[in-house]
């Protein structure tokens, strides 16, 4: 008896520093993941658009598989496999890269939408003015069809940051794997999951608050 | 002056302009008119390469066009174009919108390209929106902003495709009246319109275009007075 009760201790203060720290583990996987994610998705979705025959038979099918295979899975498969070609990465390395690209199959998609966002008399009038090529598509395209889009930018923002808690399985002590050892210990899964998922609100929250603030600025 | 040589413009197996020879002369104002489908935007693009074409040139100010060796976007700056669709850049205010292409198409700075849009806006009398977002303007406003963004680039040419189709009626006539200034300041022109009284009043010549041929060219006296071609003859008895 005495034994189990020093072993399972209750839910102390640095407990909470334990999940606060998790939890910024959990942001800083999802901040690489998502800020590279997006410039590469960005890409892919403008070599979708442009349409080079050769570019969309070879991305548009290996996106796919990004989309469609459950991410857990992808997950577990590369790091079990990415060995066997060399890459030695850590579960963080490993959770980073794939997080990556699924985020970047996501934002091909938006990406794509918001070029095709812009109407084609839009991109003549500019192209009218004297503007290059990347000259419309960074003043013209960039802007209207980034904000045309960014909500569903958002969408994908606030979903990998949920999924990055599949990073756990590798091991990685991001929010929800430190949850998990906290109730093995406390016995407390009501009390640590509520706080874990608190967390998550906390980093969600501002950010849909601040994107429906930019949104309605620019729907003025 | 712009010269147009049997120009030929096919979309796949659709032959859209058919060996096109036109000349327009500086200070000209020549008013386009014909029936939906035959060739008048096309024309248009073709004049500054917003589309290839497949046979024949084109020479502005005896540069060639469509060449391989012409820089399009320095040519553009000579022949602004206004589209159907006034196209104002809904993320700028109205001065910006002006003031883009000059600052960063010709590298002005920020202030000689805003004092640029602050004197075309009032040019076309919108003196008192700089401040303004597009959406916030009327279709006529919008359409007047288009035609300042275009003067901006201190064009030559001015190319107007049908500006006021897309607008109310009671909007129509401010356009109108700022084409026909610009037309008094002497800038050359070419104008597709539906506006029969506009081509009639502020041309120097109409063109009317029948499938792809332009079948006549004359001052609008001759053209609306006593048209030569039949084709030309019938377009005027159903627009009137
Ligand atoms: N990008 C394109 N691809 C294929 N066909 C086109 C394209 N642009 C125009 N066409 C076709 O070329 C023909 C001429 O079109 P154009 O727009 O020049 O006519 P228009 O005289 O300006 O008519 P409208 O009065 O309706 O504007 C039409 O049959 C049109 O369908
Ligand atoms: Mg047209």
């Known amino acids: 008896m005495q034994n189990s009760i020093s072993f399972f201790t209750g839910f102390g203060i640095n407990d909470l520093w334990f ?3 998790a939890a910024l583990k959990t942001l800083w996987i999802s901040v690489l993941s998502i800020s590279v994610g997006t410039l590469l998705g960005t890409f892919f979705g403008w070599v979708l658009h442009e349409g080079k025959l050769a570019a969309t038979l070879t991305i548009a099918p290996v996106l796919d598989v990004f989309r469609s295979v459950p991410l857990i899975i992808q997950l577990v498969l590369f790091y079990n496999f990415a060995p066997i070609i060399g890459l030695n990465f850590d579960p963080f390395l490993s959770g980073v890269v794939i997080l990556t690209f699924y985020t970047a199959s996501l934002v091909a998609n938006v990406a794509r939408g918001g070029i095709e966002a812009v109407p084609q008399s839009m991109r003549r009038a500019s192209r009218s003015l004297g503007m290059s090529y990347w000259q419309d598509l960074f003043h013209v395209v960039l802007p209207i069809g980034g904000r045309a889009v960014f909500p569903a930018w958002i969408g994908v923002v606030l979903g990998v ?47 849909s608050r601040y994107a429906n603030k930019f949104e309605q600025r620019w729907s003025k | 002056m712009i010269q ?59 540069i060639d066009v469509h060449a391989k060796s012409t820089g399009v976007n320095t040519l553009r700056q000579k022949l602004g174009m206004v589209f159907q669709q006034w196209n104002s850049f809904p993320h700028l205010t109205v ?60 064009p030559e040419y001015m190319l107007f495709d049908e500006a006021t189709s897309a607008l109310d009626p009671e909007k129509v006539g401010e356009v109108l009246d700022t084409m026909r200034l610009l037309a008094e300041e ?30 006549e060219i004359g001052p609008p006296e001759q053209l609306f007075g006593s048209p030569q071609s039949e084709h030309t003859r019938k377009f005027l008895a159903n627009v009137r």
């Open chain 2, 4 to 62: 147009v040589r049997d120009l030929h413009k096919h979309f796949g197996d659709l032959h859209v302009l058919k060996g096109i020879n036109l000349d327009v002369n500086k200070g000209e104002v020549l008013s386009v008119i014909g029936s939906s489908g035959s060739g008048k935007s096309t024309l248009l693009y073709c004049l500054n390469s917003l589309e290839q074409i497949q046979q024949g040139s084109v020479h502005v100010d005896g």
């Open chain 2, 186 to 215: 002497g800038m050359t022109m070419i104008c597709v319109t539906h506006e029969m009284g506009f081509a009639k009043e502020v041309s120097d010549r109409v063109a009317y275009f029948h499938n792809g041929i332009m079948e």
């Open chain 1, 161 to 207: 940051m949920k999924d990055s808690a599949l990073v756990s399985v590798l091991g990685y002590v991001e929010l929800l794997k430190a949850s998990q050892v906290l109730i093995t210990r406390t016995q407390e899964p009501l009390l640590i999951l509520a706080i874990a998922g608190a967390f998550y609100f906390a980093l969600s929250y501002p950010i």
């Open chain 2, 95 to 154: 001065l910006e919108n002006v003031a883009l292409s000059p600052r960063i198409v010709k590298g002005k700075s920020k202030e000689e390209a805003i004092a640029m849009a602050e004197k075309q806006l009032k040019h076309v009398g919108l003196g008192d929106k700089f401040k303004h977002y597009p959406n916030s303007l009327s279709g006529g406003q919008q359409q007047r902003l288009a035609i300042a963004r275009a003067l901006a680039m201190e």
């Open chain 1, 19 to 21: 999940l606060g720290e």
